[in-house]
């Protein structure tokens, strides 16, 4: 199972002391095979890599620029720049980041660059809630995976969210029978567009607790959990970790 927290623009220097019971229980047996990944905002990414650095726990950012080299972009961090602070993941194509002007373009180029510079993706795909309500789940589904993986190589360093955009930060999660069918429809489109990603896995985000959770993990194809709000307290995020693994 992975376990990815995704900070937003939340926390600072002070809230790295906050990890210290995320930090306790990746060191225990039973949770030694979870893969935790932090995405905190750009500030906090060299802090929290010191503070895991005597655990297994990842960092990762939430976003990235599309351009591979350094240049005029003011404001912005590339993939390049993520790794050479040791960076180990970048999410690309989040909800919030799709509303603000990311089109299936802009992130084909930002996994490119990523995968360029050997950080593993945590691709987010998902419908908004008119795109739901108009049966079009599937088809939206489809062009976001093709378009973002067009001509992409190495798809296995890919992890793929699927994150309904009217899930997210809304304290509503998508009927089990719904869910489970799109994972399956997400399992085959990936396959169709790519061989190689019959065994990439899949994750689940939007909205998800510790009382959900235990519904979600029973669902067959969900190798995770991308988890935006309940991350910031580790009490929550531990009670998701431990509520899904018993
Ligand atoms: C997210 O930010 O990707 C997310 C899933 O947020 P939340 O858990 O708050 O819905």
Not at 20 to 32: D, V
Not at 74 to 89: A, E, F, H, P, Q
Not at 205 to 220: A, D, F, P, T
């Amino acid at each position: 199972m992975i376990y990815i927290a995704n900070w937003k623009m939340h926390g600072n220097s002070r809230d790295i002391e906050s990890l210290n019971p995320i930090i306790k229980l990746s060191k225990q047996k039973k949770y030694r095979n979870i893969k935790l990944v932090y995405c905190p905002p750009y500030t906090l990414l060299d802090l929290m890599k010191r503070k895991f650095i005597n655990s297994k726990i990842h960092v990762g950012a939430q976003n990235c620029h599309f351009n591979s080299e350094y240049g005029a972009f003011t404001g912005s961090i590339n993939s390049k720049m993520l790794k050479s602070i040791g960076t180990k993941y970048v999410i690309i194509g989040h909800s919030e980041n799709r509303t603000d002007g990311d089109n299936d373009l802009i992130i084909n180029k930002k996994i490119k660059s990523a995968l360029q510079e050997n950080l593993k993706v945590i691709l987010c795909i998902g419908e908004t809630l008119f795109e739901k309500r108009k049966k079009l789940t599937k088809k939206i589904l489809k062009k976001q995976i093709k378009n973002s993986l067009y001509k992409v190589k190495k798809v296995e360093n890919i992890i793929f969210a699927y994150e309904p955009r009217w899930a997210i930060g809304t304290g509503i999660i998508p009927k089990t029978k719904t869910l489970t069918k799109n994972i399956i429809d997400i399992k085959k489109i990936l396959i169709s567009v790519n061989k190689k990603l019959n065994s990439a896995k899949i994750l689940y985000g939007g909205s998800v607790n510790s009382q959900n959770v235990k519904e979600i993990v029973k669902i067959k194809g969900i190798d995770g959990f991308l988890v935006g709000g309940a991350s910031l307290n580790s009490k929550k995020f531990i009670d998701i970790i431990k509520k899904s693994i018993n």
